[in-house]
Nanobody
Framework: LVQVVESGGGSVQAGGSLRLPCGLT????????MGWFRQAPGKEREGVAV????????FFADSVKGRFTISQDNAKKTLYLEMSGLKPEDTATYYC??????????????????WGRGTQVIVSS
């Protein structure tokens, strides 16, 4: 079972960058899928990006393609959502999540079993 510990977040002006760390605990040496989701006030939670452990494949929502990437530090068992070119519409609470099955595309949040507490990202214009 893979579990996550998230941190990071913060405030930045439009066009700026932030990095959201998500640490893995448990059996992260096998196949797994880690994802980031976000939820803005009054909106539904939406998938942002996922990473498949063991394969290294990634999927991104159309709204963040070309601006967000995922990097990893294997020694720290941590993945990072690297966000650049941030826009005010990226403002939301971001959640890191994981499951012990790989992802084909961006699954609905209901299919993830381990969740972080959420971290606030605020992008001002």
């Amino acid at each position: 079972l893979v579990q996550v510990v998230e941190s990071g977040g913060g405030s930045v002006q439009a066009g700026g960058s932030l990095r959201l760390p998500c640490g893995l605990t448990g059996d992260s040496d096998t196949k797994y899928c880690m994802g980031w989701f976000r939820q803005a006030p009054g909106k539904e939670r939406e998938g942002v990006a996922v990473f498949n452990g063991g394969y290294g494949s990634t999927f991104f929502a159309d709204s963040v393609k070309g601006r967000f990437t995922i990097s990893q530090d294997n020694a720290k068992k941590t993945l990072y959502l690297e966000m650049s070119g941030l826009k005010p519409e990226d403002t939301a609470t971001y959640y890191c999540a994981a499951r012990s099955l790989v992802c084909a595309g961006l699954p609905h949040s209901r299919y993830f079993t381990s969740w972080g507490r959420g971290t606030q990202v605020i992008v001002s214009s």
